[in-house]
């Protein structure tokens, strides 16, 4: 499993290829680590594999302030590639949509272990019936995975699922330590939400009749619109 991590933690560097040729080399080795592969792997991207016992609350900090509260950083989908006459296209061969050709903003900062170090760019929050989801995630094509956290008054429960490049199984992960602050108590549709999460996690998976616990965190700051 080592050598396959090896690989696509190399894939990182996809996310700054601008030529054409360097995003079919991308693609063919994608396909050939992943399509043979899928008869053999298990796919670990289930957020009910997660357990999280951890009493902790959250907190509010209106003081707190980080660099990336005032950054505008964006970047376009990993699979879309915009040539230098100004033309898109799709490293998967689909068509090119609207949405496609519009940058999305960066609203997480959040630094993974979990199969390697990697910048989770992104952080969705929907707010219904008192209920707050986030979704952090990132890292493609040479990552997947991503960190759901739901936040219910000051109680919030942590949920983490991944995909994995190897023929791993039973995979299981258990929440160890976790840490949410909200800069501002309100939440409200539309309004832009400033925090930092810290959560770590133990993850145990089985390879080859092996089975290991490996421990991992997830950390940053975040601000999403809420929506």
């Not at 690989?7 to 996310?15: G, K, Q, T, W």
């Not at 970047?75 to 915009?82: D, E, K, L, N, Q």
């Not at 219904?128 to 040479?142: K, T």
Request: proline letters at 4%.
């Amino acid at each position: 499993m080592t050598s396959v991590h090896s690989i696509m933690r190399s894939l990182i560097y996809a996310n700054h290829i601008t030529d054409r040729s360097g995003w079919y080399f991308i693609i063919i080795v994608l396909l050939c680590l992943c399509f043979p592969a899928t008869v053999l792997c298990e796919d670990c991207s289930d957020y009910e594999s997660t357990s999280d016992d951890v009493p902790s609350k959250l907190i509010f900090d209106h003081k707190m302030h980080s660099a990336f509260f005032n950054s505008h950083e964006s970047s376009y989908p990993w699979y879309i590639i915009r040539n230098e006459d100004g033309t898109f296209e799709s490293v998967t061969g689909e068509k090119v949509s609207k949405r496609d050709k519009k940058p999305v903003e960066h609203t997480s900062n959040c630094v993974s272990t979990h199969q390697g170090q990697h910048v989770m760019e992104f952080c969705d929050a929907t707010y219904d019936s008192g209920v707050l989801s986030l979704e952090i995630y990132g890292g493609m094509p040479a990552y997947s995975s991503s960190l759901r956290i739901i936040v219910k008054g000051v109680d919030f429960s942590c949920r983490f699922k991944g995909v994995y490049p190897a023929p791993v199984s039973n995979c299981r992960r258990k929440i160890i330590a976790k840490k949410l602050t909200f800069k501002d108590r309100k939440i409200k549709k539309g309004k832009r939400l400033f925090g930092r999460v810290s959560v770590e996690f133990e993850e145990t998976s089985t390879y080859k009749g092996k089975t290991e616990t490996v421990r991992h965190k997830i950390e940053g700051y975040i601000k999403p619109v809420v929506k």
